[in-house]
């Protein structure tokens, strides 16, 4: 009898172990081998298509990241405000998509250090009546935002949800802008380079909105994972790899 509770006693700890030691992996990456990421791919320079491939700022970083710690890239494009609910529902490993640290956002995921710096500008059409953000502001003007990001968190504070129209990328917004069917649009500003250059009749007002520091989301429990990425951030940063890939697509005398 003692040898046979022995013998069970022995297989219930490996059983613990193995469960444990599999909860850990699950916990680490969605899938083995593999880092699975969450963008939004119309926010040039950051992210965009290329054909059928996503590019930019954060998809080059992200590979970098990723062969830096012996994982296969995955990018997933889905709609910017459903990245955090992804990625803490566990279907993504990272969220990366020009993402501002908010205190907000903070409630619902962990974010690494931060990689980069943005700016929210405001575009208007050339012949607009706004000069200045106190002008969008104190006026009666319908404001374009892209849905779920700051742009829209801000604006929303600032004049009330009745004066902004959502959408769900950013080429939308401004088309919209286009059309007459809003008054500004509030974005990122090497987006907001990137749209302006695309579209006659616009332009981005000189003063910036507000200044931001870009980062990676990460799953609040996932506490290996993010000093993983942090370590390769560091790692990156300091060899130059980040801003090389950054200066490939925002020269420094842009």
């Known amino acids: 009898m003692k040898k046979i509770l022995t013998k069970v006693l022995a297989l219930t700890v ?3 172990m193995a469960f444990a030691f599999a909860g850990c992996s699950k916990k680490k990456l969605v899938e083995k081998g593999k880092l699975i990421m969450a963008t939004n791919a119309y926010f040039p320079p950051y ?4 054909g059928t491939t996503i590019v930019g700022i954060d998809a080059e970083i992200a590979q970098a990241i990723a062969d830096d710690l012996g994982l296969e890239l995955e990018i997933v494009d889905v709609e910017f405000d459903s990245i955090i609910a992804g990625v803490q529902a566990g279907k993504y490993d990272i969220g990366m998509a020009g993402m501002t640290v908010t205190d907000e956002r903070k409630q619902s995921v962990n974010f690494t250090a931060s990689y980069a710096t943005g700016i929210q500008s405001v575009i208007v059409t050339e012949d ?9 502001i104190d006026g009666d003007y319908v404001v374009g935002v892209q849905q779920g ?3 829209d968190i801000y604006m929303t504070d600032e004049v009330g949800d009745d004066r902004i129209d959502r959408y769900s990328k950013g080429n939308d917004a401004v088309l919209a802008l286009t059309q007459g069917k809003v008054d500004a649009v509030v974005i990122d500003n090497q987006p907001a380079i990137a749209y302006v250059a695309a579209n006659e009749g616009l332009k981005i007002l000189d003063t910036p909105y ?12 996932n506490d290996e994972l993010l000093s993983d990425i942090d370590a390769s951030l560091a790692k990156l940063q300091a060899d130059g790899t980040i801003d090389a890939i950054i200066s490939k697509y925002i020269p420094a005398d842009s």
Do not use: K, M, N, Q
């Not at 992210?47 to 290329?50: I, L, V």
């Not at 607009?128 to 969008?136: A, F, G, Q, R, Y």
């Not at 507000?210 to 429990?221: F, G, N, Q, S, T």
């Open 14 to 16: 490996i059983a613990s």
């Open 128 to 136: 607009s009546p706004i000069t200045s953000v106190e002008d969008l």
């Open 149 to 151: 990001t700051t742009g």
């Open 210 to 221: 507000a200044i931001e520091d870009y980062a990676i989301c990460v799953r609040l429990d």
């Open 47 to 50: 992210e965009y298509y290329d």
